[in-house]
T-cell receptor, first 115, second 113 residues
């Protein structure tokens, strides 16, 4: 079984500051990992994904995440926050190598960016 | 850019009534999913659907739930007799054959009174 824990339900940063959203996973098999973002009244949009290739993955809007097997982590970072980054972020895990591939989500982290 | 659409955006129903939530997945996608998010809780997997049959379902997806792909474009979730605890945001998602990414719709907010 897979599970995801996101540390911190709310994160607040200043515009221009580093964004760090934490995600730890549990999986009995090599996982595929994803970060999704949800803006108000919109669906979930994929930011980036790890599917067993490079451990440092880059996504849209300047975000990146590093897969660390030894720490079972997949933290999301962005060097400089922008006001438009304010949204809810979800980390998700999927069993690697399966066809059907349900996603198991963390509880989400609301990112607030203040001027 | 192709996108997943869902209708209605908000559905209010009385306890015990049947509801059908509709989704139009991206046209060349072959895997379809329903998830739900109860207010303040995690997004939870309900069911996946491939080749006109359920491929996996969660323990939430009991006999009150059913899915159907009635034609070549729609994918529906039916709740036969709604309960108060079915109130949630329901998300549809689809995935192409060899892809890893699930594309999500904007969701339908179901309110059961």
């Amino acid at each position: 079984a897979q599970s995801v824990t996101q540390l911190g339900s709310h994160v607040s940063v200043s515009e221009g500051a580093l964004v760090l959203l934490r995600c730890n996973y549990s999986s009995s098999v090599p996982p595929y990992l994803f970060w999704y973002v949800q803006y108000p009244n919109q669906g979930l949009q994929l930011l980036l994904k790890y599917t067993s290739a490079a451990t440092l993955v880059k996504g849209i809007n300047g975000f990146e995440a590093e897969f660390k097997k030894s720490e079972t982590s997949f933290h999301l970072t962005k060097p400089s926050a922008h006001m438009s980054d304010a949204a809810e972020y979800f980390c998700a895990v999927r069993r690697g190598g399966t066809s059907y591939g349900k996603l198991t989500f963390g509880q989400g982290t609301i990112l607030t960016v203040h001027p | 850019e192709p996108e997943v659409t869902q209708t209605p955006s908000h559905q209010v129903t009385q306890m015990g009534q049947e509801v059908i939530l509709r989704c139009v997945p991206i046209s060349n996608h072959l895997y379809f999913y329903w998830y739900r998010q109860i207010l303040g809780q995690k997004v939870e997997f309900l069911v996946s659907f491939y080749n006109n049959e359920i491929s996996e379902k969660s323990e939430i997806f009991d006999d009150q739930f059913s899915v159907e792909r009635p034609d070549g474009s729609n994918f529906t979730l039916k709740i036969r007799s709604t309960k108060l605890e079915d109130s949630a945001m329901y998300f549809c998602a689809s995935r192409e054959d060899r892809g890893d990414e699930q594309y999500f719709g904007p969701g339908t907010r179901l309110t059961v009174t």
